[in-house]
């Protein structure tokens, strides 16, 4: 067939894709305009809780580390500061710099704060009848301990609680299932660690909570980074080039160390399942999360 370029088709004319790396690819998969990002995220936090939910306050756990610092921040942005309730919930091996940070976010945005210790409560099951337990499981138990806290305490104070995990360590499934991803919103959950940090820097964050190693302090010594061996500036690119469909190969051969490709995948495609809710054996055709849903699931 003979094609013809008529006066139509001659508005169309074929671009030659850019000859970029995979990391300058990355890089701007990842690029955020912060200003748009925090009017979008507290918009989104009035929605949720003021419209949707019929709640005025918000309760979050303040661990002193930059996630819980910036969601504070968006909280008390969004229903002023007030109304936000910051519970601080240390272990007795939790770092003392932790408790300092939050108490920075707390004056520098006037918001309520209780402190409530754990140990006695995690050391009643733990000590008690699991001495010999994993640093790991131990870890998990002080997180589901925060989160009965933080669900009991919103009761008290009518406040919603409020998620404080990022998109990297969604997908890197770095949290305590039924723990960390509890609170029924998460105004941070679509931003990888990388752009946290950006927006905590815009928003005004101090900076020694924005720019120390992140730790989810569990136990003492302990790195995000080092856990994973990865940085997280070489893993959310990895990341963001894996969800926008790329492939081990294409990663690869657009610069990435294989190794590190591979670390990242296999976080990624091992963790799926705590992505998920429950799954439910379905026996009828109003199940529920799967046939059954309010229009405004959809």
């Not at 733990?126 to 009761?155: K, L």
């Not at 990663?251 to 590190?260: H, V, Y």
Request: glycine residues 8%; aromatic residues 10%.
């Amino acid at each position: 067939m003979n094609h013809k370029f008529t006066s139509e088709t001659k508005r169309f004319r074929l671009i030659k894709q850019p000859n970029l790396s995979g990391d300058e690819i990355a890089s701007h998969l990842i690029q955020v305009n912060p200003a748009l990002v925090r009017d979008w995220l507290v918009a989104f936090l009035r929605d949720e809780i003021i419209r949707r939910r019929n709640y005025n306050k918000a309760i979050i756990g303040l661990s002193g580390g930059v996630d819980s610092a910036l969601v504070a921040y968006l909280c008390a942005e969004a229903l002023g500061p007030k109304n936000v309730v910051a519970i601080r919930m240390p272990y007795r091996t939790s770092n003392p710099e932790s408790l300092e940070h939050a108490q920075l976010v707390i004056d520098a945005l006037g918001i309520e704060t209780r402190t409530i210790e754990i140990t006695g409560a995690v050391e009643g099951y733990i000590g008690a009848y699991e001495p010999e337990a994993s640093g790991r499981r131990r870890g998990n138990v002080m997180a589901r301990q925060r989160m009965i806290i933080i669900f009991d305490q919103s009761e008290r104070y009518h406040a919603l609680p409020v998620g404080t995990g990022n998109k990297s360590e969604r997908l890197f499934g770095y949290y305590t299932w039924h723990a960390d991803d509890s609170p029924p919103i998460n105004p941070i959950g679509d931003l990888y660690k990388t752009q946290v940090w950006e927006l905590a820097r815009f928003m005004g964050v101090p900076s020694v909570i924005v720019d120390k190693p992140a730790s989810a302090d569990l136990i003492q010594g302990q790195t995000d980074e080092g856990d994973f061996g990865i940085s997280y500036y070489k893993a959310d690119k990895i990341l963001a080039l894996l969800l926008r469909g790329y492939n081990r190969e294409r990663i690869i051969e657009s610069g990435f160390p294989a190794s590190e490709v591979d670390l990242v995948k296999g976080r990624l495609d091992s963790t799926h399942w705590k992505r998920h809710l429950p799954t439910t054996a379905m026996l009828s055709s109003t199940s529920i999360n799967d046939y059954y849903l309010r229009p405004v699931d959809y």
